[in-house]
């Protein structure tokens, strides 16, 4: 999804991507009675289709076939995370029609997790861009579902204490969700005692400051905020791509970054000249031009990216937009009181009160200070773009969730196709998108006759899927 989502064609062009047909959406002069004919019908053209499609007579025969494609699902040319059993006659799925969410003549059966045995050959702590501590087991590398793992989160303390997990222990892991490897239990019979029972460290695996668990919860933080490990991570996380997306700074950049001391915090960045990149390791001046030019192009990111890019505790893609959208620049949110926070809908007081202790810090008001010295754009503006596309001239809101969207992507979508984005309803706006749980906007554009339309329509209007 994320390939077909890229909004340069160009790099979906470069990755290698396969289709498999198993549908169609609207036909114009040929007409199936079954869904086999169709898929014949579709590999006829010159789309692939599953090798493995089956027609069965019963729900018996069926039941076996998923049985013996579970058996075999490791001998497949690609990953497969599950069967889908459908009705085969057209007629009979057209009377059977379909929910609000998906059709009544299809039904997808899941694998069950595939699980592999391996032996954990360390313990690793890695300190994150809040000072979380988080225990990592390193095991011989093993292949779960088609890939080759050697490494899975234990999350914390606590997680690690219930597994009783040691080095030296034989492990039994699997792929969550089929893509986060995870450690399911220790195979306990097959100690020999020697195995090294798991212990957090008491000082901070990178900087050697004092570690801190706070009573009622399971993380343990390194509390020194100048931890070089947690100041690369909030240097990776601000120039992220839903942050301030700044493309060509990457993890090993921002690690000699830091340790040369080029930066300190990610204020740093907008000061950096080419004289000193060239100091770094495999840089020349055609990169290091490269680099300039993207931090200098972040500093016309949305309010939004900035709030979210500045890694204020709690504050996450979304509620970074519920702070633009509500605060309009970054002096009123550095100004807001706990009670006007509260006052948005789908913001706790657990996240207000990270949000005024961020503020409230002056080594953060210091970096801050060094953003808005630099440039970088700090209040929602409407931007009038000139860009041409399709969408030229058109003026988007939206409100409530969109499903598969979130609002940051819909903004960038309609900016790409020439459109403007707006927070909120006035007589120049085209049209409303109303997502799940539109708020009062909803009301203000029916009263003042602006255009309302829903996803599916949105879609259409960008272009966006196949239906
Ligand atoms: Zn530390």
Known sequence: AGSIRQLDSRITAQRKLHMIAYGVGETVGVEFKTQFELLQYLNKIGFRISPE???????????????????????FPFGADGVVVKVNDIELQKKLGA??????WAIAY???????????????????????????AIFEPVEIDGSVVSRASLHNEDIARALDIRIGDHVIVHKAGSVIPEVVRVVKEKRTGKEIPFKMPDKCP????????????????CINVRCPAQVKERIIHFVSRDAMDIESIGEKLVDQLVDKGLVTDYGDLYYLTKERLLTLER???????????????????????????LGIFNVGKRTAELLAERFKSLDNLMNAKVEDILQIEGIGPVTAKSIIEFFSSSENRKVIDKLIKAGVNTSETLVETSKEGPLKGLTFVFTGTLKDFTRNEASKIVESLGGNVS??????VDYLVVGVDPGSKLEKAQKLGIKIINEDEFKKLIGYGGK
Do not use: W
């Open 99 to 104: 929910t609000s969410h998906e059709p009544r």
């Open 206 to 221: 990178v900087c050697g400051g004092p570690l801190v668990r706070e009573e009622g919860f399971a993380v343990t933080r």
């Open 53 to 75: 499609v089956r027609v069965h007579k019963d729900i018996e025969s069926v039941i076996q076939e998923v049985k013996r494609l579970t058996s075999v699902r490791d001998s």
């Open 423 to 428: 927070d909120t309803v006035s007589k120049k």
């Open 283 to 309: 840089m020349g001046p055609v990169l290091a031009e490269k680099i300039l030019r993207n931090i200098e192009e972040s500093k016309l990111r949305p309010l939004s990216n900035l709030i979210y890019a």
């Open 110 to 136: 899941k694998f069950p997790a595939e699980e592999a045995e391996t032996i954990v050959k360390d313990i690793i702590f890695s300190v994150g861009r809040t000072g979380a501590v988080t225990p990592v």
